[in-house]
């Protein structure tokens, strides 16, 4: 449901901001108001199922996540959609991560691969059906339906969860850290939001220049309250396990560029290269079934390979793959759009399967709430950073031509600007020894 709502919103935003009498790099804000949401409460979500249960909390990410559907679907301006986008995020940042602490907490070490790529099919399905969904809605009907189709997939979803999700409990739960909840926060809105608001003419630049000077001394303030309380919301002492510190910081800079590409993609193929959003997105479905053609090789490939060669070698390739759409043009053949997109999807999905599996490879059991927390913080930031650089690069070749209406030519610059930080991920996994991961493969250490 998370991921068919984030797919579908994407293809329909053109759509949407001519409605509304947005500009369409404005109403990136619902994207970025979601994603914020999520790093702001994801923290909140390893502490709230262990003191309430995994499938109380659950349950009740998914009422919320209907109801902030329901409020999109009414909405009439922007202020108002970011509104309900925030109250969507509230849900989805429970949703994701509890789900993975369950399958983390469940399955064996050594089929972790496998139990988390199992995991991420049927959340493919999202990104698969997505973008042709939405075009279709976007084209032929009204953007608002899009919204409405969460609200029986929520319904349903909270049936299965009461019946087939186990209700972990800790019998001894780590205390709230609201200060550092609060801190870390703080610290998050601001930088994302200054990021997201600079250059666009939305605030005056002092005020944005006091915005990220407030969310990066709120950030500093966490990393000082971390290091003196005991249990801190975001144990950042979990930096000192290589393997999670490289999934942290090597995925944030590979996500960067999957956070723009749902963003550009549809921008380009929409007002750059002037197709509907139903032609959209039946070429922009094609990343998710790649995606979902790669889970079930993904297990093979890194027990042939071992995680660090896999992480920096497909972390190339996946960004070779983002510089690729910098090439597309208005006579590119469709077919080669979608050949692209297909494989480079193939190509991205394992290397999160990667990311994924190695976060949690010498995490200890008593840990797993807090790194599932932690990990899912840093993603989310990831994508939101990704949707507010394109953004940002976009607006400014814009700004190069002298503004106006946005052309093909504008959207080559954002996509080699992601695609090179993309590129920068496999210096942080070279830093990893050749046997990282073994663990949970069948190329050594023991299994447990």
């Not at 009907?141 to 899009?146: G, L, M, T």
């Not at 032609?279 to 042939?304: E, H």
């Not at 709430?369 to 953004?391: D, E, K, R």
Request: overall charge positive; charged content about 10%; some cysteine.
């Amino acid at each position: 449901m998370e991921h068919l709502d984030s797919t579908v919103l994407a293809t329909a935003l053109p759509v949407m901001a001519r409605d509304l009498g947005e500009d369409p790099i404005a109403l990136k804000l619902a994207l970025t108001a979601y994603l914020l949401s999520l790093a702001i409460f994801i923290p909140l979500s390893g502490w709230a199922a262990d003191k309430f249960g995994a499938r109380r909390v659950f349950r009740a990410s998914l009422v919320i996540f209907v109801l902030g559907s329901i409020l999109c679907a009414f909405s009439n301006s922007l202020a108002t959609i970011v509104a309900a986008r925030i109250v969507q995020g509230l849900g989805g940042a429970m949703m994701v991560p509890v789900g993975r602490l369950v399958v983390l907490r469940t399955a064996p070490r050594h089929e972790l691969v496998q139990a988390m790529s199992w995991l991420a099919i049927p959340a493919l399905i999202g990104p698969a059906i997505g973008p042709p969904f939405g075009g279709l809605l976007a084209t032929y009907a009204h953007w608002r339906y899009i919204f409405w189709i969460n609200v029986p997939i929520g319904l349903l979803g909270v049936a299965l969860a009461s019946r087939y999700i186990p209700d972990l409990i800790e019998p001894q739960p780590r205390p709230l850290d609201a200060p550092g909840a609060l801190l870390s926060g703080v610290g998050l809105c601001g930088l994302v939001f200054g990021f997201t608001i600079g250059g666009r003419g939305l605030v005056a630049p002092p005020m944005v220049a006091l915005i990220l000077c407030v969310g990066g001394l709120a950030l500093a303030a966490y990393v000082r309250h971390a290091r003196q309380t005991t249990y801190p919301i975001l144990d950042l002492k979990m930096l000192r396990i290589p393997t999670f510190r490289a999934a942290i910081l090597g995925g944030f800079l590979f996500r960067v560029g999957l956070g723009a590409a749902p963003f550009l993609l549809p921008l380009l193929l929409q007002e750059g290269f002037r197709l509907t959003a139903l032609q959209s997105g039946l070429l922009t479905f094609a990343g998710a079934v790649g995606a979902i053609a790669m889970k079930t090789t993904a297990q093979p490939i890194i027990n042939r390979f071992g995680f660090r060669s896999v992480l920096i070698v497909n972390g190339l390739i996946s960004a070779a793959f983002l510089y690729g759409y910098a090439f597309f043009t208005s006579t590119t053949a469709h077919m080669t759009i979608l050949l692209v997109i297909l494989v480079g999807g193939f190509f991205r999905s394992l290397q999160f399967t990667a990311l994924n599996a190695i976060a949690f490879a010498d995490i200890a059991p008593g840990d797993m709430s807090n790194a599932t927390s932690f990990a899912a913080v840093g993603q989310q930031l990831a994508l939101s950073t990704g949707v507010a650089i394109g953004a940002g690069a976009l607006e400014a070749a814009r700004e190069l031509h002298g503004g106006g209406q946005l052309v093909a030519s504008d959207f080559a610059p954002a996509f080699c600007v992601v695609a090179t930080i993309t590129a920068l991920s496999p210096i942080i996994f070279r830093s990893l020894p050749p046997t990282a991961g073994d663990i949970l493969t069948n190329r050594g250490g023991p299994r447990f």
